[in-house]
């Protein structure tokens, strides 16, 4: 059963980090009643929660800011229907973003919570620890 879980969040992760992914294909990997929670950090400073349709929306904003991201899982850890990710997330800039110019690699650790119900991604809750931001 727990390698269903993490074969879950595995294929959601490898659609979120292709920026060239089929976007149906996020349909198909999240719930309909989804949630989305992410947790003060350098991009959202006050933090926020979604439902699927705006993480969608953000998903989209993300492909158009970043012409390429990486996610480098380095380990998970399974509970019931929950799975812990730990993994480094790597994002180049498409164009200027506030002071950063176009070409800036931003990094960030991660630990993700996930919830998989039916198959499918039901909540994510990250805590993204980003790295200094080169000068």
């Known amino acids: 059963m727990s390698e269903h879980l993490t074969a879950t969040v595995e294929r959601y992760l490898a659609l979120i980090a292709d920026i060239d992914a089929d976007p149906a294909?996020?349909?198909?990997l999240?719930?309909?009643d989804a949630r989305f929670v992410e947790r003060p950090c350098l991009v959202s400073p006050?933090?926020?929660e979604r439902d699927r349709d705006?993480?969608?929306a953000g998903l989209a904003h993300g492909r158009d800011l970043l012409s390429a991201q990486h996610i480098e899982v380095r380990d998970?850890?399974?509970a019931g229907d929950r799975v812990v990710t730990r993994a480094v997330w790597t994002g180049t800039l498409a164009r200027d973003a506030g002071p950063l110019p176009a070409?800036?690699?931003l990094r960030a650790d991660c630990s993700m919570f996930f919830t998989v119900r039916d198959g499918r991604i039901a909540r994510r809750e990250n805590f993204d620890c980003y790295h200094p931001v080169p000068a």
């Open 25 to 28: 294909e996020f349909e198909r």
């Open 30 to 32: 999240v719930h309909p």
């Open 103 to 105: 070409g800036t690699e």
């Open 46 to 48: 006050r933090g926020q």
């Open 76 to 78: 998970h850890t399974v």
């Open 54 to 56: 705006a993480a969608r």
